[in-house]
């Protein structure tokens, strides 16, 4: 556990997350009409009109928005869990605690900035690492 995180400090960040959470798990359901991520596809998908090329854009654009929504709920998850099991805080390479302005500015972020800086630089070269959670 990071002991630089009070109990208050981390009842607050797990507000901030399930807060986070809402919002985004709302705009999801908003944007998918209730829907499944798949029965929204198949109706975008068969959609009619003569503007293909257009349509073509626009779904590209609404399937990268559901995907961007679902990564995002899954690291709020996933924080949530790291946050029940003591190690939120921690960073997931190398297990160092992450400093505290970067939790509060993020809370779901499972990386330190030295080890999401390697990850991003190995990603950018095709050898991106996991990260153990």
């Known amino acids: 556990m990071n002991h630089a ?4 400090l981390r009842q607050h960040l797990q507000q901030q997350l399930r807060a986070r959470r809402e919002v985004l798990d709302a705009q999801r ?8 991520r798949a029965a929204h596809a198949r109706e ?14 626009e779904r590209t ?5 559901t995907d961007r929504d679902a990564v995002a709920l899954a690291e709020i998850d996933q924080a949530l869990l790291r946050l029940d099991s003591g ?13 505290l302005a970067r939790l509060q500015l993020a809370p779901q972020v499972l990386r330190c ?6 990850h991003e630089r190995a990603d950018a070269h095709g050898r991106a690492r996991p990260a153990t959670l």
């Open 61 to 65: 654009v609404d399937f990268d928005r």
């Open 113 to 118: 900035l030295a080890c999401e800086s390697a």
């Open 29 to 36: 359901t908003a944007h998918l009409a209730g829907q499944s």
């Open 87 to 99: 190690r939120f805080g921690l960073c997931g390479d190398c297990g160092e605690p992450i400093a």
């Open 44 to 57: 975008v998908l068969l959609q009619d009109g003569d503007d293909a090329t257009q349509r073509d854009a």
């Open 5 to 8: 995180l009070t109990p208050a």
